[in-house]
């Protein structure tokens, strides 16, 4: 009576190892799936983000442009102003700098 008993429990034992292991390999591929989800997911945003920051470059360059040739025609229209504006932030730069 004890060796059919025993073979229950090994055969029982085997039935529950057997359905853990069918649970663990859905599980590995549901995260295998999962994985290429958010692969998939990370690309496309990453793609987005490209996009986004190209286009905050080019508007960038734009206004670095346009300051750019404000301050060229500023220094064309008053040169003396800008010379001095020059002299003194030279001046406020060697102080600073000076300074430990």
């Not at 009576?1 to 190892?17: C, D, V």
């Not at 734009?62 to 001046?91: D, N, W």
């Amino acid at each position: 009576m004890a060796t059919s008993n025993t073979a229950a429990t090994t055969t029982s034992k085997e039935k529950e190892l057997a359905a853990s292991k069918e649970a663990v390999a859905e599980a590995y591929e549901k995260l295998l799936e999962a994985k290429s989800h958010f692969k998939s997911a990370a690309e496309s945003a990453g793609v987005d983000l490209k996009h986004d920051a190209v286009e905050q470059m080019l508007k960038g360059r734009e206004k670095a442009e346009m300051l750019g040739s404000q301050a060229t025609s500023y220094m064309r229209e008053k040169p003396l102003a800008t010379l001095g504006i020059a002299f003194v932030a030279g001046f406020v730069i060697s102080q600073v700098m000076s300074r430990k």
